[in-house]
């Protein structure tokens, strides 16, 4: 999930870092399945980069709305398959 922030959110690194504690419980709670894998800042568009892997579509949307409704004014997620899944879904060798 890629996540940017509002000025606000981004102007205080304390607060920001207390307000991510607080996003990550809401979700654990109401989203218990979803598995973090890492956690990026990152340069450009976006503030974060998050991965992280969810039972299903709708909990994946969770996250994001989540996301949103705790001071990220963009929330975008991109649903990835591992190239080896692909490959059997696709029937391809190689």
Known sequence: ???KLSPE?????RGRK?????WLSKVAKSCPD?????????LGR????DVYEAPDL???HKVSYLSRADGAVEAESWQAVP????????DVEG
């Not at 959110?9 to 690194?13: K, N, Q, R, T, V």
């Not at 207390?18 to 607080?22: F, I, N, S, T």
């Open 1 to 3: 999930m890629m996540t």
């Open 58 to 60: 709708e909990t994946a």
């Open 9 to 13: 959110a981004l102007g205080d690194p």
């Open 46 to 49: 976006y503030d974060f980069m």
């Open 83 to 90: 190239y080896d899944r692909l490959k059997l879904i696709a």
């Open 34 to 42: 979803v598995k973090w894998r890492s956690h990026y800042a990152i």
């Open 18 to 22: 207390a307000m991510g504690k607080e």
